[in-house]
């Protein structure tokens, strides 16, 4: 029986949020779509092509707008794209160990190349851009995976003697008040702040 590739993957991604990354696998989606595991080869040659899919279906759902507009200012560009690659990726369970490690599709290679036209033509020389775009990626990465861990295992916060650690005691209750989106801006503003600084600051490294 052949599988219908959109299907598989959907019901990947369901699977996904049911038991988490650890619990995927080739043979409990086949299981779910009732056919023979060698059918999902059709689509899939292992189970990295399938995350590969899942993570590309993950980018068409939820992250919206990915090209940049005509004229727009990259800064307001990258705040825009960085925060649906995270809606993304905590969208589902584990998105963001999915999309870690995964290859990059046809259709994301003119996103890529639209992205590196704007930051050159802002100043930043080809090598900066993607460097930048590479650093930013992993940035929304980082904190997409840490912010999914801490769902599953909340910090511990208490116990913190004001007396012995004052500084320490007054931030993690204001850690605690805070929330995940709140703390990715914070980092986002403070990463394009650096960008920015060394656009004016600094000659385009060659």
Do not use: C
């Not at 825009?80 to 870690?100: E, I, K, N, P, Q």
């Not at 994301?108 to 020389?125: H, I, Y």
């Not at 930048?132 to 999914?148: D, T």
């Not at 204001?174 to 989106?181: P, Q, T």
């Amino acid at each position: 029986m052949k599988v219908d590739r959109q299907r598989a993957v959907a019901e990947a991604l369901a699977l996904l949020d049911e038991g988490g990354l650890d619990e995927l696998s080739t043979r409990k989606l086949a299981q779910r779509l009732g056919v023979q595991q060698p059918a999902l080869y059709w689509h899939f040659r292992d189970k990295q092509a399938l995350l590969d899919a899942m993570n590309a279906e993950l980018q068409r759902r939820a992250h919206g707008r990915r090209i940049p507009l005509p004229g727009e200012d990259w800064r307001a560009y990258l705040t825009t794209y960085a925060t649906g690659f995270r809606t993304a990726l905590l969208s589902v369970r584990d998105g963001a160990r999915v999309h870690a490690g995964s290859h990059a599709e046809a259709p994301d290679l003119p996103v890529a190349e639209a992205q590196l036209t704007l930051l050159t033509e802002t100043g930043f020389s080809a090598e900066e851009a993607l460097n930048g775009l590479v650093a930013l990626s992993r940035y929304v990465v980082g904190s997409s995976l840490e912010e999914q861990a801490e769902q599953l295992r909340p910090p511990r916060l208490d116990g913190i003697e004001a007396g012995d650690f004052p500084l320490l005691s007054r931030v993690a209750a204001a850690y605690g008040r805070s929330d995940g989106e709140a703390r990715f801006r914070f980092g986002l503003n403070l990463f394009l702040d650096g960008m920015a600084a060394h656009l004016t600051g600094h000659e385009p490294s060659r």
